[in-house]
Structure formats: C-alpha cells, structure tokens
C-alpha cells in the first residue's frame, strides 16, 4: 500500500444547513494531536521503581493552516457564538482531494474553536490559522462522510485589508494606520473542564468561560508615499497619543480600494480597543513600529 500523501489527509466541518460535510478549503497543513492525561500508578505493592502511567482522562485538539480567509466573518462569528464543530478527519481523494472516503483511521467529534488568527500582510496572500479543542467522546467513524464540493476561492491580498482607528470611542473611525506593513486578528476561547462524577467515560468535556480578541498593526514610521487619497490617516504621532491616553478607540479592520488603497469597502471586524503596547524599532534599516491593540468589549462582524 502507497504512503498516504499530507495533500489526502484533510479535516472538515459539518454544515448543519446542507447536511453535509466539507473540507478547510485551501488548506495548507493540519495536524491532529490525541492527548491522554496520565498518573503514576505505582504504589508499595509493586516491586521496582519503574513508574506505572494510568490514563485518567483524554482530549483532542486539531490545528489547520490555510490560504483561504474569505470566511473569516463566518469563523469570528462562530468562536463568539459558543458553539462546538462537528469535525472528522478522514483521508480524501479525487482531484481536488474533497472527497472523504471514510478510512479505518477517521474520527469524529465535537470540538471548540479556541483560537483563530487571520493575516493580512503588504503584497502577500492572507492566511488563517484555526485552532479546536475536543469537548466529549471522539468516536470512529463508522460510515463514509457525505460531503459538499467547495470551490475553491480566490487569494486576498494583505494588502487589501486594512485598519482603521478613530481618536475616541465614540465617533465612527476614519482613518486608516498610515504606512501600514502588516495586520493580523486573534481570538481566543477559554475553555474549562467541566466533567463531574456524574459523566460518563474518560474523554473531558469542556465548557467556554471567555472570549478575548486582538489586534496586531506593523507600520512604518514614515512611508514617503505620495498620498492622493482624501482618506487620512493615524501616524506614529497620533497613535502614540492615543497610547498615552489610554482610552478605548472605535475600530474597523475593513476590505479596501481605490487611491492609495485606502476608499474603505466591506468591513470585517468592528469594535473598540486599547492600545497595550507600542514598539518603535530603529535598526540601521528603515525605522518602523508594531502596535497591539486589546478588544475592549465584544466585537461585531461587519458594521
């Protein structure tokens, strides 16, 4: 029997709409991890010192990588919603490689998505990173998976996805982060064991308790590009201000277009945030500064 090749061996998601199963669309790795919690066993009864492992509880986590971030709405909307996947991992066939075929080794369960980042950075294609924790039983897999054939979508350049900050948190942000290099968007679930006496079986099942979310900006200190755009913008100067005010700002991380590429379209993400940390780098190079900026508050996909 041939090896199995990583490009066949893929995870998916159930769509409860459809009824159907489908692949992480442009994906570029994944990698499922079992995890068994263990305690030493060993007691005055047993001769020697060797230690004697129990398996005293297990969980599940799956990561993937992917080149596809058109729906990010839908997976910053699915970590605040609370609501565990339905995930398989299976090895697949046929061209696109979408087709599950329902392998002695698939598995099947319920799983948080605890962690996701998305980035956007200047003249690259954006990627995803998604990050699930096991809540319950993972089981085999005992019948091959029905699954919808997803198209498969057309790069996003980072460069095409921007930051605006307003200067308060009260008036509609309009101001893009000037010089911008790079962008990314995190979010993160806590989740807690919730098990009791009362459940059945070893695997954990888990419960969410909190959600944060982040904001990472990469810009030059001055860019020297010649601005024609009517859109202005947030310096060095300006969010050094805002810093040093320590007030929560609106926010938007928004599609956009146009002169200088900054005519705002489609909006991704909107809230407010803390500026909690400010570096400014001066190398023998050209000098730049990164910008992490805390949620405060939930988020709203979109508007």
């Not at 060797?50 to 909307?77: F, H, K, R, W, Y």
């Not at 790079?182 to 993160?188: F, G, K, N, R, V």
């Amino acid at each position: 029997m041939a090896t199995l090749k990583g490009k066949n061996f893929r995870i998916l998601t159930y769509d409860t709409t459809a009824s159907k199963y489908k692949v992480v669309g442009m994906a570029t790795s994944c990698t499922v991890t079992h995890q068994s919690n263990t305690e030493n066993a060993n007691h005055k009864d047993i001769v020697g010192i060797a230690q004697l492992p129990t398996v005293v509880s297990q969980s599940c986590n799956i990561s993937v990588e992917s080149l596809s971030v058109a729906d990010v709405g839908a997976m910053l909307t699915a970590i605040k919603s609370l609501t565990p996947f339905t995930l398989i991992w299976d090895e697949t066939s046929t061209t696109d490689n979408q087709t599950a075929l329902g392998a002695t080794f698939a598995r099947r369960g319920q799983f948080f998505l605890n962690d996701c980042t998305f980035q956007f950075d200047n003249r690259t294609n954006s990627t995803k990173s998604l990050q699930f924790s096991s809540t319950g039983a993972i089981e085999v897999l005992d019948t091959t998976p029905t699954v919808e054939t997803i198209t498969t979508g057309a790069f996003t350049k980072g460069e095409n996805v921007r930051l605006f900050l307003g200067s308060d948190n009260t008036a509609t942000p309009s101001r893009v982060v000037a010089g911008a290099r790079t962008l990314s968007i995190h979010c993160s679930l806590t989740l807690e064991d919730a098990t009791t006496k009362d459940t059945d079986g070893n695997w954990i099942v888990q419960e969410a308790t909190e959600l944060a979310w982040d904001i990472s900006s990469g810009a030059l200190v001055r860019s020297g590009d010649n601005i024609t755009s009517s859109v202005q913008a947030q310096g060095l100067a300006e969010i050094e201000a805002i810093k040093e005010a320590g007030n929560p700002v609106k926010c938007f991380v928004a599609n956009t277009s146009g002169a200088n590429n900054r005519t705002l379209g489609a909006i991704i993400l909107s809230g407010s945030v803390i500026v909690s940390q400010l570096t400014i780098n001066g190398p023998l190079g050209t000098a730049d500064y990164t910008t992490q900026l805390n949620g405060y508050g939930p988020y709203t996909v979109g508007a």
